[in-house]
């Protein structure tokens, strides 16, 4: 069972709006990565941490910004969003160095 | 570029017969190799790995094979069942530790 909380699994905003999406884990895993994925495609990094205070940017650019003040928290925001945000977007976390467990996802509408 | 590839966006199977879901990759500095499994709506879940010191692990009714000479992966389901209708998506991983996801077949098992 999955030990990976994201909230809202589902959101529909309107263009210039902050939005933050929620993910949070119960394992006290280190290592916390969000990744972005538009139906038929591959997962895209565009944010990881490998611990409290320390975050990069993925492989993907992104218009979105990550903080980890707390080692089970993991919140992505978007200042303004726009309907190129819109996607699925996937929170997961590791404590090796291998398998990764991935949230439910939260789906993003920018109207 | 992609670096990893999964070249059928589909695959369909008849109940109890083997499934069989290849990825192909170009960088040989990957050295560990997963497969995931999506149901919609839902986040990718583990299912079985292998390390780039072997060519095949069992689990189950699921086997991965790994030829690194031709840069292949792939995924063997034996015997299938409609419950394994999903997206699956093969990940590798470099040497940042990082995964890079291909784009995921979906495999459909008929009763």
């Known amino acids: 069972e999955a030990d990976i909380y994201q909230t809202p699994r589902y959101l529909v905003i309107g263009t210039g709006k902050k939005i933050t999406l929620e993910c949070s884990q119960t394992m006290g895993h280190d290592k916390m990565y969000w990744y972005q994925q538009d139906p038929g495609m591959e997962l895209h990094l565009i944010h990881y941490s490998y611990g409290v205070n320390s975050t990069e940017k993925g492989d993907l650019s992104s218009e979105s910004t990550v903080s980890r003040i707390r080692t089970e928290h993991f919140p992505l925001t978007l200042e303004s969003a726009r309907p190129s945000h819109t996607s699925q977007y996937l929170c997961?976390?590791?404590?090796?160095?291998?398998?990764?467990?991935f949230g439910a996802g939260s789906r993003l509408t920018v109207l | 570029d992609q670096q990893v590839k999964q070249n059928s966006p589909s695959l369909s199977v008849q109940e109890g017969r083997i499934s069989i879901l290849n990825c192909d990759y170009t960088n040989s500095m990957f050295d560990y190799f997963l497969w995931y499994k999506k149901y919609p709506a839902e986040g990718p879940t583990f299912l079985i790995s292998?390390?780039?010191?072997?060519d095949k692990n069992e689990d189950g009714r699921f086997t991965v094979f790994l030829n690194k000479s031709a840069k292949h992966l792939s995924l063997h389901i034996v015997p299938s069942q409609p419950g394994d209708s999903a997206v699956y998506f093969c990940a590798l991983r470099g040497s940042n530790y990082k995964l890079t996801f291909g784009k995921g077949t979906l495999l459909t098992v008929n009763p």
């Open positions: 997961a976390s590791s404590g090796g160095a291998n398998v990764l467990t």
């Open positions: 292998i390390s780039s010191i072997k």
